[in-house]
């Protein structure tokens, strides 16, 4: 980062400097641009006048013939015939074809605030008919590209072309993935789109199927609940309509005798029914609460009847034989009632076997 940042620093200033000094070089009349033809017969030319000083300048030759007679390079160094300020000096510039043909040659001089000559060292007229020169102050673009980006160039030349042949086609390869892959991004996002769609949907219609059993099972369960209750309110309506056909039941006078009148029948029949009613009541916890809740009369109705029961079968342990009892001796009398009984309890009697009837006490 403070290489970078040194580096645009220095370009800068460089930048700065050269424009100062041109407009230096401009305002004190120093030479910017020239043109004029290489003489061939090794005599020098003299430019009109003075470089500034500090000032790079650009010496280009051109013709139309090979100036490869003049100048030429080899892995081994240069042979130059082009004499500058006194000087052999090596081109910065030199486009050589593939047929050993050179065309341009481009040589850098510093300007020293005075004239230079130009010219060859040997006659060479034979060889070439016309050089062109042309002298001209250096740009800072040319600079740096003589500078810094021409050696990359000639050094990496063939890698640069296939990037710049390359670079077009990874572009456009570039571009295609990723308008393929923004394309697969939004089918993707289309399709949790719509799997969430479906999902929602899914769950919305599973509510409404769920609700609509609630719905039904709420019904059928309103409908049976409502049907039991008929069904319960019939139950105990029957048991009222009984305990009120009944309800002779309740009175202590009528139940002695209903008892004594029907004893045989509760004895043996009416027992059994009732009792069984009974259960069946006791059984059904919804009817028995539903006749503890509505009609209490009913159990009142129920207990009187089983207390008619108890009465009969009282009354039949009165009168109820003793069959083939033994006791030590046999009384004289066939039958002692409970009277007779009482009143001879204070004589003592043996009793061996009898056949008589006792008394419930």
Not at 167 to 182: C, E, G, S
Not at 345 to 350: K, L
Request: aromatic share 10%; with cysteine.
């Amino acid at each position: 980062m403070n290489v970078g940042k040194r580096a645009i620093a220095m370009s800068l200033t460089l930048v700065f400097s050269l424009l100062v000094i041109v407009n230096v070089a401009a305002a004190q009349n120093y030479l910017e641009k020239l043109s004029v033809p290489l003489p061939m017969d090794g005599t020098v030319i003299r430019t009109p006048g003075a470089l500034a000083p500090y000032i790079t300048y650009r010496i280009k030759l051109s013709s139309p013939s090979n100036l490869a007679h003049i100048y030429r390079e080899m892995p081994e160094g240069y042979i130059s015939y082009i004499v500058i300020d006194g000087n052999l000096q090596k081109s910065v510039i030199f486009t050589e074809e593939s047929d050993g043909f050179v065309t341009d040659l481009e040589f850098v001089y510093r300007g020293q605030g005075k004239p230079i000559e130009i010219g060859l060292s040997e006659n060479r007229s034979k060889l070439i008919e016309s050089v062109q020169v042309e002298m001209f102050v250096e740009t800072w673009m040319q600079r740096l590209w003589r500078e810094q980006v021409r050696g990359i160039w000639q050094e990496h030349s063939t890698l640069l072309i296939l990037i710049g042949m390359l670079l077009p086609i990874a572009v456009v390869l570039l571009y295609l993935y990723f308008q393929r892959t923004d394309r697969l991004r939004a089918e993707e996002e289309k399709a949790e789109a719509a799997r969430r769609v479906f999902l929602l949907e899914s769950h919305n219609k599973r509510i409404e199927v769920m609700r609509e059993i609630d719905q039904r099972a709420n019904q059928r369960a309103r409908e049976i609940a409502a049907r039991e209750f008929d069904e319960l309110q019939k139950k105990v309506m029957h048991w009222k309509t009984r305990a009120y056909t009944e309800s002779y039941f309740l009175n202590h006078d009528l139940r002695h005798q209903y008892a004594y009148a029907n004893r045989e029948q509760i004895i043996n029949e009416l027992e059994k029914v009732w009792a069984k009613e009974c259960l069946e009541i006791a059984q059904d916890l919804p009817l028995l609460n539903a006749l503890r809740d509505q009609e209490p009369g009913v159990m009142h109705w129920i207990q009187a009847r089983q207390e008619v029961v108890h009465i009969a079968h009282n009354m039949s342990w009165k009168e109820q034989k003793v069959i083939d009892a033994w006791f030590e001796d046999v009384p004289e009398t066939e039958i002692i009632t409970a009277d007779e009984f009482d009143e001879k309890v204070e004589e003592p009697v043996r009793v061996e076997r009898s056949s008589a009837r006792i008394v419930n006490f």
